[in-house]
């Protein structure tokens, strides 16, 4: 069998198509008009009545649509194109209200405020379009019977199945992922675990099993659907034998494991975290005799097991509905739920400022004058810049050091973030002050976004391990001068890891004269705490 790669991105010969269905004419023409500076074809339709003729004669890669549109709704618009052969694989960018509850989306759709800035929808449109073409490669792949193996984080397991459930293909995906999904190191654990690997068998599309190495069924797959980092291989075969464990249609599967993969990432910060201790803080005898099946089963795990992590592999309902049971019993005080501690982070104290008084009364003069008339908030944005993932997870890690910060919904499970142009969290400085960190990835593809990306930013931090290469320093030159953004740069010092005299003349050398910050990443009693030493980094950026 010959081994094919869908992530591969497509060739330069290859030209997307976009509709942009809008009953805005002027919103719709402006982001057209953007789209074609991208390299891509657009066009534009006023209500969902045209946008079904353009569509249908078309045959667009995707559809920005409003959602309320015109004669015919963007979902009613989505519902008949992927009912036609010709246009089911056609991909959506839902524009919405900016509401706090959104309608769930269907695999492969986005939603996003109609208000959101250009470049932020124009990010959403590259990325959908380079999933088209992973998928597309993964079906022409799959229909010659080849084995099919990529990146989960560029062609996630959803996408799989619903490909091969459109397809009507059979055969099993098998999935591996290095670590758990959490990135804190705790003290007393050495390690954290090897990896995580399971497999999904599909029939005539239809998904029958889904097995982990802890757990199978639902809730095997609803895990594995969260998987945003690891890699997959599909091998096309179909099993006659295979036992059936999942009878749920697939399109109901994956609105309900991707719901509450959403749910979860929503309230990351207020559910108990895996690694966290649980115990009971009631007698047996006081707890209420008549609950539901879910909660008779946790706490009935609870007189065996005192760690989340155990609680959640065991108990036979999906992984969020677990933790949620135990948030309700934590807010009860039914149950206790603590944290053990992060090696090399100090515990937040809430009452320490991240800015003095003045900083932070210069920091608000000057985002006010950038801020439209009736905001309910002062903003600003950070543009962080990571020379490889790796560092840009530890640099996340010294983040959570700081109680004003608050990771983006997928980064607050300590989940590997992307390599894209994405927000990776907020920091509250006041109730209506707030700061915005956005990640800029230094690859090439990214260089048509950097002067959106750079608008209006107080700021660059270019993060590089302790080897900074001549050729890295001159890349992020580059990009301070296309963002039009002055930059500082961040070497993150691993655990143990020390920084000599000539290494540090060699750093500075190939950064010229830029303004050169050293942050350890564990802390050391000789050395300032590492949450103080980011505190003054950021200070830099105050006006």
Not at 47 to 63: K, R, T
């Amino acid at each position: 069998m010959t081994a094919a790669n869908p992530n591969a991105q497509a060739s330069a010969e290859t030209q997307h198509t976009v509709l942009v269905a809008d009953s805005n004419l002027n919103r719709a023409e402006r982001l057209a008009e953007a789209c074609r500076d991208l390299g891509l074809e657009a066009s534009t339709a006023v209500n969902g009545a045209l946008a079904l003729e353009v569509a249908l004669a078309e045959a667009p890669d995707l559809i920005v649509s409003e959602l309320d549109l015109p004669l015919v709704t963007g979902r009613k618009l989505a519902e008949i194109l992927r009912a036609n052969p010709r246009t089911h694989a056609v991909r959506f960018v839902f524009l919405g209200p900016e509401t706090s509850s959104h309608p769930q989306m269907e695999v492969g759709d986005t939603l996003v405020s109609i208000s959101s800035p250009r470049e932020e929808v124009l990010r959403i449109v590259n990325e959908q379009l380079t999933r088209c073409d992973r998928v597309a490669a993964l079906e022409n792949a799959s229909q010659s019977g080849e084995t099919v193996s990529g990146d989960l984080a560029k062609l996630p397991l959803a996408d799989l199945l619903q490909v091969a459930h459109l397809s009507r293909k059979s055969g099993r995906v098998e999935l591996e992922r290095e670590g758990d999904g959490e990135s804190l190191a705790l003290e007393g654990e050495e390690t954290q675990r090897e990896g995580e690997r399971g497999h999904v068998v599909v029939r005539d599309g239809d998904v029958l099993s889904a097995e982990t190495e802890e757990v199978e069924g639902e809730k095997a797959l609803f895990r594995m659907l969260a998987w945003r980092e690891g890699r997959f291989r599909f091998a096309a075969r179909r099993d006659p034998d295979a036992p059936v464990k999942i009878t749920a249609p697939v399109r109901a599967l994956l609105t309900e494991g991707l719901r509450q993969i959403a749910e979860w990432d929503r309230l990351a910060l207020q559910l108990p975290p895996l690694s966290a201790t649980v115990k009971l803080s009631v007698q047996t005898r006081e707890l209420p005799h008549i609950v539901h099946p879910l909660t008779q089963e946790v706490l009935l795990l609870l007189e065996h097991y005192d760690r989340v992590r155990d609680i959640v592999d065991r108990c036979s309902y999906p992984d969020y509905q677990v933790l949620r049971t135990l948030q309700t019993l934590a807010q009860r005080n039914m149950v206790a739920v603590g944290q053990q501690p992060v090696r090399g982070l100090e515990p937040r104290d809430p009452n320490v400022g991240l800015f003095s008084d003045a900083q932070l009364r210069r920091l608000r003069d000057h985002l006010e004058n950038a801020t439209p008339r009736g905001g309910r908030t002062v903003a600003g944005k950070l543009l962080i810049v990571p020379a490889a993932q790796g560092v840009l997870a530890d640099w996340l890690n010294l983040l959570r050091s700081i109680p004003q910060f608050e990771p983006s919904a997928g980064l607050g499970r300590g989940a590997t973030p992307r390599d894209e142009l994405a927000p990776l969290g907020l920091l509250r400085l006041e109730a209506d002050l707030e700061l915005e960190l956005v990640q800029l990835p230094g690859d090439d593809a990214y260089q048509p976004l950097r002067a959106f990306a750079g608008h209006g930013a107080l700021g660059t931090f270019h993060l590089h391990s302790t080897s900074v290469s001549e050729l890295e320093a001159a890349r992020a030159s580059e990009i301070d001068g296309q963002t039009r953004v002055a930059g500082q740069h961040v070497v993150l010092l691993s655990r143990k890891q020390k920084l000599d005299p000539a290494t540090l003349q060699e750093n500075l050398t190939a950064l010229d004269d830029a303004s050169l910050f050293l942050i350890p990443l564990a802390r050391d009693p000789m050395d300032r705490e590492p949450s103080e030493l980011l505190r003054n980094l950021l200070a830099r950026i105050v006006p």
